[in-house]
Structures are given as C-alpha cells and as structure tokens.
C-alpha cells in the first residue's frame, strides 16, 4: 500500500467515524503502522494481516484510537473539555501495550499526553521503544513489567490521570491494582468489543462508573469509563 493509498483510506475510515484528521498525524499513523507492519512478522504483536490493510485492522488499531481521543477531547458535563479536566499535560498509563494501540494513536491525537506503556514481554517492549524513537515521541516510556509490578513504585502512585486497557481480562483484583495509580478524579478507559458488557458487573468503590462511549458503530465498539470518586 502507497502512502497515498493509505492516507486515503484511513482519511475515510476516520471520516465515517466522526473524526478529522491532520496532515501530520496521517502522516505519524502511517510510519507506526509501517512499523508494526514490519517488526510483526518477526514477533507476534497483533493478529490482524497487516499487509492487505483490511478494515478491521484499521478500525481496530488506529480508528478506535483516534475516536477516543476525541472524546477525551471533546465538550462534556457542564460545556467544560476534558482536557481542561485532565490538566495541560494529562498521564496516561496504558496496561499491557503490546503493538502499541491505543496508546501510541492516542498520543498522535493529543501530543500532550505524559505516556507511559506497561508491557511485561522484552520483545514487544523492544517494538515500543523503537516505536517511540522513530515517531519522536516526547514524554513517553516503556515500561518492561506487569502492572502489579509497578505498584511498588511510589513516584508512580496516584499519579495518572488516565488508565487504559486493552485485550486484558478485566477482574476486581485488576481494578484495585490499576486505582492505585490514579489521581482522585482519575479515569480507567477499558476498550470493549463487542462480547464486554456496556457496564462492567465488578465496578466498586473507589470507582463509579462514568459512561460508555461508541467507537467504531460496525464493530459495535466501546470505551467504558470509570472514575475514582474516593
């Protein structure tokens, strides 16, 4: 696929999703999925055929992505922008990166994100670090562990304000791991196909749970999010 044919069909994928794409991102999103296209045929990062650039691969990895940015971004409760909620330099830390999406798509979207990628795989990190060294990506790490490993990590504690999970069995015992890296108002994104629930049936204090967004309406893609209130 030519960078032309790629821009092009991301440029509509993105267009039936409701977002609007800059020049400079296309260009950011086709150099990752270039990349991912190139070190998954030496390592296993992601099950879809990148090199026929199917739909779904690009629904999935960079559309689902880039609609959550927007509504991250976009005007919620009292006409008040998440952004401004989050602060000028919002951190995200994403559990279990493997080939990088969402997280890599969604600090393309918004280049102020603070990102940290946990991934407990040395080769995957290997990627993600690669990753972040030909995008130049500021302001993001890797981390080459599990999350219950980090949890000794005072500098990280109650830190983030966002926390995202993806193709990761959501259970309690996750969830009381994943709060304690959250600031109060702090929020999980959980990136759910269509087999998850619109509402998850394990949600406890400290968290309540906030909303359940549309992401990509053919894959009946959501983003549910939950929020630290104690």
Request: net charge positive; glycine share 6%; aromatic share 6%.
């Amino acid at each position: 696929m030519t960078p032309r044919e790629f821009g092009d069909r991301l440029a509509k994928r993105a267009r039936r999703a409701g977002v609007a794409l800059e020049p400079s991102i296309v260009e950011s999103l086709a150099a990752y999925y270039q990349l991912l296209e190139v070190w998954n045929k030496k390592i296993n990062l992601t099950a879809f055929p990148l090199s026929e650039g199917q739909d779904e691969a690009f629904d999935r990895l960079l559309i689902e992505p880039l609609v959550a940015a927007k509504h991250l971004q976009s005007t919620h409760g009292h006409g008040r922008p998440h952004g401004a909620v989050l602060g000028a330099r919002p951190r995200l830390l994403d559990i279990g990166s493997g080939g990088g999406s969402p997280a890599i798509p969604m600090k393309l979207a918004i280049p102020s994100l603070v990102l940290t990628m946990v991934e407990s795989k040395t080769r995957k990190s290997a990627f993600l670090r690669e990753a972040v060294r030909q995008l130049g990506l500021a302001d993001a790490a890797v981390e080459t562990a599990r999350a219950e490993d980090l949890l000794t990590r005072s500098d990280l504690h109650e830190s983030q304000d966002l926390v995202t999970v993806r193709a990761v069995r959501v259970e309690q015992r996750l969830l009381v791991h994943l709060q304690a890296f959250l600031r109060l108002g702090g929020r999980v994104l959980l990136f759910r196909t269509v087999s998850g629930a619109d509402t998850p049936p394990l949600v406890a204090p400290p968290f309540v749970y906030e909303a359940t967004w549309t992401l990509v309406d053919s894959l009946r893609s959501r983003l549910v999010v939950l929020r630290k209130m104690l």
